[in-house]
């Protein structure tokens, strides 16, 4: 069968065929069948992006992107063929779980391997051949799992590194710390579509938009950004008629055409709006992640079901998110969550005037009190009072020592601790309270950025039986930032006193926006 496929072959004779398979370009383009969307086996032609990626590639590349792009086929496809024709050359892609892993050695190495001409796979055949793991006569091996710890390797596929970092931090850590700097003399391609501004794809991806924003010569270590969104490929259109577009639906495409400086016709916004309301049942937040017009859409989140959705937005519009530097001889205060699983947050806080200045944001995980007090004084603030919740007093379930975190945090030079009353209903009545004391909160946009991105994906979990969002806090790691915030709120009335005691703030100075300092 292999032979049949290979007709546009057989005008080369075997000197020109011998000459052609020494360049990879090449080769990529004559060699390698797929199955494309409409699985038909076809022969592998670059799309457009895919032209584009396969001219840019760098040591390290970074891919954020829409579905069904075509990236992974074309990284995998460039894999396998560096293994065929290179000595030892070891590859490994990593997918989100082993059933996915399974289906990209099947569907994709395998398949454009068997479909080879016969003479190449005589060439060069198989010494090892399972699910996981392809090695070649000439000692050049693929492997596809779940994990890559351990081994050297020439090219590494992340697939789908977004998902993994939402759904597992810890697997993304073990990548992190073991499989990128396997690759670290190699090529990386990390790709996938996004999931919210958390996580180390969400750093990754910041960090080359903002070197590409630049214009940064980039070391061999430094991700290269290549971005795809929906609207440049040409299956993602669609007959108009039938499709209701509304107004709202006409004003956010003509919004994205100025951003993205190219016309977005009927067709597209046809297709773009069935899509969202048929194959995601209207949610815009999915559209955004799987579907992105631009790069900044890819990693919006929806304000539905977020706490502080419209405090953060407010605070935006007034000014008070931006830039709030520490002001010598007012005392700063702490506002502390201690988590159960030792996760710690810290919020650092001056009262200036009528308004609450957050001017820097700590946290850590697993780490002893001595480790956050010595991080602390390494600030060089002079102190005020620190805040701590209603535990702060309480000894923990299961440890031998008689100390409270109180005790121990004295213990280790810190005074004047105030433990913040426990409310009747702790989350509820607390969040209300966070809420209307929010008015008077600035903070400074650099020091204070983990801690905003907490607060903004601090949202209601999600009720899966009812569907609806419930009334209390999922449990998604944001959680801390906003338990340690809703100190300040819960302690609101003595926080404002303690300040007029030592006569320590400043008037307010007014500005522009009257509500910023």
């Known amino acids: 069968m292999a032979e049949q496929l290979y007709q546009h072959l057989a005008g080369l004779s075997r000197a ?17 069948y ?49 293994c065929l024709f290179n000595q030892d050359t070891t590859a490994a892609i990593i997918a989100q779980d082993q059933v996915t892993a399974s289906k990209i050695m099947r569907e994709k ?16 055949p198989l010494t090892k051949d399972n699910v996981t793991e392809k090695v070649f006569s000439n000692g050049s091996s693929i492997t596809v799992s779940t994990s890559a710890r351990g081994t050297t390797l020439s090219w590494l596929h992340v697939s789908e590194f977004g998902v993994i970092c939402f759904q597992s931090p810890l697997k993304a850590d073990e990548i992190i710390t073991g499989a990128l700097p396997a690759a670290e003399a190699g090529i990386t391609v990390i790709e996938s579509t996004a999931k919210g501004r958390d996580g180390e794809y969400y750093k990754i991806v910041q960090t080359a938009k903002a070197n590409a924003e630049a214009g940064k010569k980039l070391t061999k270590a430094e991700y290269k950004l290549h971005f795809a969104s929906w609207w440049d490929a040409d299956e993602y259109e669609l007959d108009p008629e039938g499709v209701i577009i509304t107004a709202k639906d006409h004003q956010y495409f003509d919004e994205k055409e100025r951003e993205i400086g190219r016309p977005l016709p009927a067709r597209k916004r046809a297709w773009y709006v069935s899509t969202r309301d048929n194959t995601f049942g209207g949610d815009e937040e999915k559209m955004w992640s799987e579907y992105p017009t631009t790069l900044d859409e890819a990693f919006k989140v929806s304000t539905e079901g977020v706490y502080l959705a419209k405090q953060l937005t407010t605070a935006r519009q007034q000014s008070r998110i931006g830039r709030f530097p520490y002001r010598p001889g007012i005392p700063v205060n702490t506002f502390w969550d201690l988590g159960v699983d030792d996760d710690i947050a810290i919020w650092f806080h001056q009262t200036v005037g009528a308004m609450d200045h957050f001017i820097d944001y700590f946290e850590c995980s697993n780490e002893a009190y001595d480790f956050v007090v010595r991080a602390m004084q390494a600030k060089g603030y002079i102190w005020g009072r620190h805040y701590l919740p209603h535990d702060g007093d309480q000894r923990r379930p299961g440890q031998i020592s008689l100390q409270t975190p109180r005790d121990m945090l004295e213990g280790l030079g810190l ?19 966070l809420r209307a004391d929010f008015a008077t909160y600035c903070f400074d946009e650099e020091k204070c950025s983990p801690g905003l991105v907490h607060l903004e994906n601090y949202r209601k979990a999600w009720n899966q039986g009812m569907g609806v969002w419930s009334e209390y806090p999922a449990k998604n790691g944001h959680q801390h930032a906003a338990d340690a915030i809703r100190q300040k709120a819960q302690a609101s009335d003595m926080v404002r006193r303690h300040a007029l005691s030592t006569g320590s703030t400043v008037p307010r100075r007014r500005n522009r926006s009257g509500m910023a300092v």
Do not use: C
């Open 34 to 82: 797929i199955k494309d969307k409409q699985g038909k086996t076809v022969l592998f032609k670059p799309n457009e992006v895919q032209e584009k990626f396969i001219a840019e590639l760098w040591y390290r590349n970074v891919v954020p992107k829409a579905r069904q792009r075509g990236f992974s086929t074309v990284v995998q496809l460039m894999m396998l063929d560096a």
């Open 415 to 433: 005074s004047q601790i105030v433990i913040v009353p426990r409310t009747a209903d702790l989350v509820a009545i607390g969040i209300q309270e």
């Open 16 to 32: 020109e065929l011998t000459e052609r398979l020494k360049d990879p370009h090449w080769r990529i383009r004559n060699l390698y």
């Open 109 to 124: 190495i395998e398949f454009a391997y068997e479909r080879l001409p016969d003479f190449l796979r005589r060439l060069i």
